[in-house]
């Protein structure tokens, strides 16, 4: 089965608002990883938190990571229609090489 | 400073066929790694593969599907006597450095196979 679990599967939110992305994980991970992927296209990697860190920013995004919990969760803010994409934790696999998605998130931002 | 590169970027095949799907890492990159993605679904791990090496393959069906990154060219996917249930998009991703998941990976845009 997979490694993570995101909710919501689909989020629709207004232009403006904040939308929050949850992921669950099941093994012990190294880091965390959240990639963003538009229709049809490859995934883009957006920001990595390391397992020894608890939060990182970058721009509009916050991560958050709770080891004990095996949880992390990605948030946008002041979304826009451009925020528009499928969003996915990724991580590896018990300390291992590989790269483990988690189903995603179909997030949905109105004008 | 190219991406990473997958081509054909769609892809026929009848039922039986063989369909083969290359990609080229990131300049730099010796690290690929392929994941196979259904509509509406996350990307399911296949293969990781360094140069001449296979190092991860849980990812991949037994049978009729290879995987090889030779010293020269490409990656290639090999999926031998396709069946309707392998049609989805396959996709490429690269890295610089063999990460415990601590090296971001590129993805290319991905193959769409059709087997009709």
């Known amino acids: 089965s997979q490694q993570g679990e995101e909710d919501p599967q689909a989020l629709s939110i207004q232009e403006g608002e904040n939308a929050t992305m949850n992921c669950s994980y099941k093994?012990?991970?190294?880091?965390l990883q959240w990639y963003r992927q538009n229709s049809g296209r490859g995934l883009v990697h957006l920001i990595l938190?390391?397992?020894?860190?608890r939060e990182k920013h970058s721009g509009r995004l916050r991560v958050t990571l709770d080891t004990s919990k095996k949880s992390s969760s990605l948030l946008i803010t002041a979304s826009r229609a451009a925020d528009t994409a499928s969003y996915f934790c990724?991580?590896?696999?018990?300390?291992?090489?590989?790269?483990?998605f988690g189903a995603g998130t179909r997030l949905f931002v109105k004008a | 400073n190219a991406g990473v590169m997958q081509n054909p970027r769609h892809l026929v095949r009848r039922r039986g066929q063989e369909a083969r799907l290359r990609c080229s890492p990131m300049?730099?990159?010796?690290?690929v790694y392929w994941y196979r993605q259904l509509p509406e679904e996350g990307l399911k791990f296949m293969v990781y593969?360094?140069?001449?090496?296979?190092?991860?393959e849980s990812g991949m069906p037994k049978e009729r599907f290879s995987a090889e990154f030779p010293k020269e060219g490409p990656s290639i996917l090999r999926i031998q006597q396709v069946v309707r249930g392998d049609s989805a998009a396959y996709f490429c991703?690269?890295?610089?450095?063999?990460?415990?998941?601590?090296?971001?990976?590129?993805f290319g845009n991905g193959t769409r196979l059709t087997v009709t």
């Open positions: 593969l360094q140069k001449e090496n296979i190092i991860d």
């Open positions: 990724a991580t590896d696999w018990n300390g291992g090489f590989k790269t483990i």
């Open positions: 300049k730099g990159h010796s690290h």
């Open positions: 938190i390391r397992s020894n860190e």
């Open positions: 093994t012990s991970i190294n880091n």
């Open positions: 991703a690269s890295s610089p450095a063999a990460g415990r998941g601590d090296s971001p990976l590129h």
